[in-house]
């Protein structure tokens, strides 16, 4: 049902929804609180990052130093190269023991 003005006519257990609805709506806007299948792996080469920085600094800064908001691109592409590293790593050791007697 609509009122004279044209608005829909709600209870107020339909308001209350209507609002946290809405709240959820904004929260959902940003981009950067959504959950997607690439996050897991952001999460894991900003872990790598921060710990080849820590391990470079011979554990002289603390963990939660490194790993800060202002250091993620950081820690995300040094972790990146880190795991592309490994990653080549194994592919030589199996070539060079296992495929190359």
Do not use: C
């Not at 006519?9 to 609180?33: C, F, G, I, P, Q």
């Not at 190269?81 to 990653?87: D, Y």
């Amino acid at each position: 049902m609509l009122n004279l003005k044209g608005d829909k006519l709600m209870s107020s257990d339909e308001k209350k929804y209507d609002k946290e609805n809405k709240k959820n709506d904004k929260n959902e806007s940003r981009a950067d609180e959504w959950m997607m299948s690439a996050d897991h792996h952001l999460h894991t080469t900003e872990w790598f990052g921060a710990l080849f920085f820590y391990l470079v600094n011979f554990g002289k800064k603390k963990m939660k130093q490194i790993a800060t908001e202002k250091n993620i691109k950081k820690n995300r592409l040094v972790g990146y190269f880190v795991q592309l590293f490994a990653f080549l790593l194994l592919v030589y050791l199996l070539f060079v023991f296992y495929i190359k007697p």
